[in-house]
């Protein structure tokens, strides 16, 4: 009898309590009301996400094919497509030629990413040598902008701090991007 409390006192409960929290930090429904008022957004229930402002912008949380995205929003459309991810990846959604890439010249950069923008001087203006090294401080970098919205997909967001400068990055390149508007054919 004693055997089985040390047994259900020493493995299976912490078992049990490291699973609880495992399952609340990838659960957006319990983890991100309680990030919200340390990262300053607005949490809304159904479907789970993240809504508020950062460096004057929109900005978004929410789960989106299967990962979170954290996303800003520009007032208008931009003209310019831009692309920021490991190169394999790049080169599997383009194929063998990748139409548009940025070359920053930068070694550890381009060793390990690959940019894209629609526009070859915008591209190599936005993508900085202080944007590349922030990039470069990250585990996980997916970045699309296009049209009205600058996105960056990550497996799950828990850290203040963390979340905080993929918000920084985004708005960096929106703020890029706003300099280059769609243009009417009116």
Not at 95 to 112: L, M, Q, S
Not at 130 to 142: E, G
Request: with cysteine; net charge positive.
């Amino acid at each position: 009898m004693l055997t089985l409390i040390l047994l259900l006192g020493f493995i299976i409960v912490p078992m049990g309590i490291y699973q609880w929290k495992e399952r609340k930090h990838s659960t957006p429904a319990l983890q991100w009301p309680i990030l919200a008022p340390l990262i300053k957004m607005d949490y809304q229930p159904d479907p789970p996400r993240l809504i508020g402002k950062r460096n004057g912008r929109t900005v978004t949380i929410d789960v989106f094919r299967g990962h979170v995205r954290v996303a800003t929003i520009l007032p208008f459309a931009s003209r310019l497509r831009v692309e920021i991810a490991p190169k394999a990846q790049v080169l599997r959604k383009a194929g063998i030629v990748v139409p548009d890439p940025v070359v920053t010249n930068d070694r550890a950069f381009d060793d390990r990413l690959m940019a894209r923008c629609s526009d070859m001087q915008a591209g190599l203006n936005i993508i900085d040598p202080v944007l590349r090294q922030r990039l470069l401080a990250h585990p996980i970098v997916d970045i699309f902008g296009h049209g009205q919205m600058v996105q960056w997909q990550v497996p799950a967001v828990r850290d203040p701090d963390h979340i905080e400068d993929l918000l920084d990055v985004l708005t960096v390149l929106a703020t890029e991007m706003e300099r280059f508007p769609e243009t009417s054919n009116a």
